[in-house]
C-alpha cells in the first residue's frame, strides 16, 4: 500500500491508497460506491498513444468523404468519428481513454459557430477552435469510468 502509484498495474481504492497489482479484488465495485474526490491518476503514470498508420489513413478517408459528400453538413460526425479514433488509442497508465460526443451533439454548436463565423467574415473563427477543443475535452472520459476497484473485505 502506497500514498501514490508505483507503476504500471497499481489501482487506488476508496480510502485513497494505492495498491500493488497483486492485491486487485476479484470483482471491481460501481463507482457510485466511492467518493467523488477519487484521483484517477498518479503522479506517475504515463500517457500512451498506440494508433498506427493504417488506422488513421482509414480513419482520415472516412471523415473526409463524410465532410465532403455531404457538403460539410456531415463535419461534426467526421470530427466526432476522428476524437473517437484518437482516444480509442491513447490510455493513462493502465486506462483506456473513451469519447463520448456524438456528432448530433455537436450539430448545433457547429451551425452557430458556422453562422457567426460567416456574420462576422470570419472574425469569429479564432473562438470556434477552443469552443470545439473544450466540448471536445469534457466529452472524454476513462472507459472503465463506471467500475472503480475496491478494497476487498478481510
Given at each position: 500500500?502506497?500514498?501514490?502509484?508505483?507503476?504500471?498495474?497499481?489501482?487506488?481504492?476508496?480510502?485513497?491508497?494505492?495498491?500493488?497489482?497483486?492485491?486487485?479484488?476479484?470483482?471491481?465495485?460501481?463507482?457510485a460506491a466511492v467518493?467523488?474526490?477519487?484521483?484517477?491518476?498518479?503522479?506517475?503514470?504515463?500517457?500512451?498513444?498506440?494508433?498506427?498508420?493504417?488506422?488513421?489513413?482509414?480513419?482520415?478517408?472516412?471523415?473526409?468523404?463524410?465532410?465532403?459528400?455531404?457538403?460539410?453538413?456531415?463535419?461534426?460526425?467526421?470530427?466526432?468519428?476522428?476524437?473517437?479514433?484518437?482516444?480509442?488509442?491513447?490510455?493513462?497508465?493502465h486506462r483506456q481513454?473513451?469519447?463520448?460526443?456524438?456528432?448530433?451533439?455537436?450539430?448545433?454548436?457547429?451551425?452557430?459557430?458556422?453562422?457567426?463565423?460567416?456574420?462576422?467574415?470570419?472574425?469569429?473563427?479564432?473562438?470556434?477552435?477552443?469552443?470545439?477543443?473544450?466540448?471536445?475535452?469534457?466529452?472524454?472520459?476513462?472507459?472503465?469510468?463506471?467500475?472503480?476497484?475496491?478494497?476487498?473485505?478481510?
Open positions: 500500500m502506497s500514498d501514490v502509484s508505483q507503476g504500471d498495474g497499481w489501482w487506488q481504492a476508496s480510502d485513497q491508497k494505492w495498491y500493488p497489482p497483486q492485491d486487485a479484488p476479484a470483482v471491481p465495485v460501481p463507482a467518493p467523488a474526490a477519487t484521483v484517477v491518476a498518479g503522479p506517475d503514470e504515463k500517457f500512451r498513444f498506440d494508433a498506427g498508420a493504417g488506422s488513421y489513413i482509414g480513419t482520415a478517408i472516412l471523415a473526409f468523404l463524410l465532410s465532403v459528400l455531404t457538403l460539410g453538413l456531415g463535419t461534426p460526425w467526421a470530427a466526432t468519428l476522428w476524437m473517437r479514433w484518437a482516444t480509442k488509442h491513447t490510455s493513462i497508465g481513454l473513451r469519447f463520448n460526443g456524438s456528432g448530433m451533439g455537436l450539430f448545433g454548436r457547429w451551425l452557430l459557430w458556422l453562422l457567426l463565423t460567416i456574420i462576422t467574415f470570419g472574425i469569429y473563427s479564432f473562438w470556434v477552435v477552443p469552443r470545439f477543443v473544450r466540448w471536445a475535452v469534457t466529452n472524454v472520459s476513462f472507459a472503465d469510468a463506471g467500475v472503480v476497484a475496491e478494497l476487498a473485505p478481510e
